[in-house]
């Protein structure tokens, strides 16, 4: 039996893009198709086989050391982008504003599918999930330069809205349009999570 299982789950690309510079902005640039390496995106500030630690794995690493990059692309669900435009009282929010690598739909929940969940393109590139994003401020400062008066609003309305993290586990091409099946780890949840996270 294999680790990881296909699902009856697809999901539609609606969007992609990368962010060219991370140091001027979290805003990203759209495309109509990328073609991923195991670097990630082409021309993604977020890229490469590996990355300064951040404050998400505080209690790992002191922040800055060198560690593996599995926070090459930021994937978000069309469903859960529209959730939080609402609950903040937009009309919308712009995939470019959140800095998102890709946006899909079809995946109910998408911010909680386990972890080294898999998404799998008709080329054959494979999408490999870390872990639920959690919202911070940046995009927050992107939305207010778009709607003054809505960035606040962000953080707090993308709670378990924020998507997931990912890295390319295997390269091809993605595409707007491309539907994308969901595979998942054949585990069951681990019964100590909750005493652990106590302790």
């Known amino acids: 039996m294999p680790a990881l299982t296909p699902t009856s789950f697809t999901a539609r690309i609606t969007w992609l893009g990368h962010v060219p510079d991370r140091t001027a902005s979290l805003r990203a640039v759209s495309v109509d198709h990328v073609d991923a390496t195991l670097d990630g995106f082409p021309g993604e500030a977020h890229g490469g086989p590996t990355r300064a630690s951040c404050v998400r794995v505080a209690s790992q690493y002191p922040e800055g050391t060198t560690i593996r990059n599995v926070r090459q692309l930021s994937v978000l669900s069309a469903e859960e982008l529209a959730m939080t435009a609402q609950e903040m009282g937009l009309d919308a929010i712009?995939?470019?504003?959140?800095g998102a690598?890709?946006?899909?739909?079809?995946?109910?929940?998408f911010s909680k599918v386990p972890p080294s969940s898999r998404l799998m393109?008709?080329?054959?590139a494979g999408i490999a999930i870390d872990?639920?994003?959690r919202p911070c401020i940046?995009?927050?400062k992107e939305i207010e330069q778009e709607a003054a008066g809505f960035g606040r609003l962000y953080k707090p309305a993308a709670k378990n809205r924020r998507g997931v993290t990912a890295w390319v586990e295997f390269g091809?091409?993605?595409?707007?349009?491309d539907v994308l099946t969901l595979?998942?780890?054949d585990q069951n949840v681990w019964s100590h999570l909750d005493a652990a996270r106590a302790g």
């Not at 712009?94 to 959140?98: F, Q, R, S, T």
């Open 94 to 98: 712009d995939p470019a504003w959140v």
């Open 101 to 109: 690598s890709m946006v899909i739909e079809g995946i109910p929940e």
């Open 121 to 124: 393109a008709p080329s054959g």
């Open 131 to 133: 872990m639920e994003n």
């Open 138 to 140: 940046f995009p927050g």
């Open 172 to 177: 091809g091409r993605l595409a707007v349009g």
């Open 183 to 185: 595979h998942v780890p």
